[in-house]
């Protein structure tokens, strides 16, 4: 099958979407697949090795974190007739993903697309215009966009809900697998990286890895760090990969919460050194409310760690409560107990962690593009 996707955005930024990409495409070509992506073109990134990857004309926004692809050029219609696409996979439903749509039609081809964000919290950057006015108009544009689509792949069963919610038919949930092989030895990065976190044997590592961004909720992680450490006589100390807008924000929260900088923010981890940084630590904890899957959540569990997280959505749909993890109130003294309960508790930590790692194996790479290529060749099917 040749599948064509389109994405607003892809590497070298670094999010969610693009591990989800990356990871499905080399999942299809191993099952002797074809795809092709476009996606928005960065300044003065290098020049990309793959040349299926094509990359269309983007606008830099105030942000300049990532750019807006610009979805009427030239090149897609080009390199399209040139591919000659069985179906067509979008991963945005604006910009790119319209554009997507149009030549879905026009070619009269099915077309499939991932619900990849909430994007109403997103909508929440838009300036001036009030949250109750903005939400609604945006959930309601993208929805009626899902609604013409053949098919929408929803990356947890708490999405797929809200699908069925507003009338989305014809939907699946497949969320982003992992490649377990990457896990197998996750362990032995284990005291290089705790090495060079400056931790203590006797330490209890909370991990955290996402964008900084406001609707990551990471000020109330800091809160419920805060509430863990007076609830242990142990050292627990937060350790947050990642990088966004509010990064400087939150380190200084964390300055004037933590005197001796009992919390810090990495940076960004390279994809190969995920596992290991997981690896070395105790628990990992997460505070977002806006996942749709909770990719992270997961990378976390395979790497051996217990959770204990804020139970929304994503996040609910890969943690057991009380078996892989312990899920939260959106509420800081509720998280830093679920963390406290872990650090003061090894035996039953230990549990959850072998759980975690267990409950991981469910969600590889390989099993959910297997069941991605068939919701393609249904549409395939459908539309014939």
């Known amino acids: 099958m040749r599948i064509a996707m389109f994405s607003n955005h892809y590497y070298p930024h670094v999010s969610g979407v693009a591990v989800s990409i990356a990871s499905l495409r080399e999942e299809l070509a191993l099952l002797g697949h074809e795809t092709i992506l476009f996606t928005a073109r960065f300044q003065n990134a290098p020049a990309d090795t793959d040349k299926s990857i094509v990359r269309v004309p983007a606008i830099r926004t105030i942000s300049a974190w990532v750019p807006f692809a610009v979805p009427w050029s030239r090149i897609i219609r080009k390199e399209l007739d040139a591919f000659a696409p069985d179906i067509i996979h979008t991963h945005h439903p604006i910009l790119l993903g319209k554009r997507a ?9 099915p077309i499939v697309a991932t619900k990849h964000a909430l994007y109403e919290y997103y909508a ?44 989305v038919r014809n939907t699946v949930v497949a969320p982003t697998g992992i490649d377990p092989v990457r896990y197998e030895n996750a362990g032995a990065g284990r005291g290089r990286w705790r090495a060079r976190l400056g931790l203590a044997d006797s330490d209890i590592a909370v991990m955290s890895m996402g964008r900084l961004q406001k609707e990551k909720n990471f000020p109330l992680l800091l809160e419920a760090v805060k509430k863990a450490r007076s609830l242990s006589n142990r050292n627990i100390r937060l350790f947050v990969a990642g990088t966004g807008a509010e990064k400087s924000a939150l380190e200084n929260t964390a300055r004037k919460i933590f005197a001796g900088g009992e919390a810090k923010f990495v940076g960004l981890v390279e994809h190969k050194e995920v596992p290991a940084f997981f690896a070395a630590g105790d628990i990992f904890s997460y505070a977002s409310v806006t996942e749709t899957q909770g990719l992270t959540t997961l990378e976390a569990m395979a790497a051996g760690l217990p959770v204990a997280a804020v139970a929304g959505p994503g996040t609910s749909d890969m943690v057991e409560d009380g078996i892989s993890g312990i899920l939260a109130e959106n509420d800081p003294e509720k998280l830093g107990e679920a963390i406290a309960s872990l650090a003061n508790d090894p035996e039953k930590a230990a549990r959850l962690a072998r759980a975690a790692k267990e409950r991981s194996n469910a969600f590889t790479a390989r099993a959910m593009a297997q069941k991605i290529l068939g919701f393609y060749a249904e549409a395939v099917g459908a539309s014939k």
């Open 101 to 109: 749509l149009r030549e879905a039609r026009k070619r009269r081809i």
């Open 124 to 167: 929440d950057y838009v300036p001036l215009v009030p949250r109750f006015v903005i939400r609604p108009a945006v959930n309601a544009a993208f929805n009626s966009f899902l609604r013409r689509c053949d098919g929408v792949i929803a990356p947890s069963g708490s999405v797929e809900g809200m699908l069925r919610d507003a009338r």
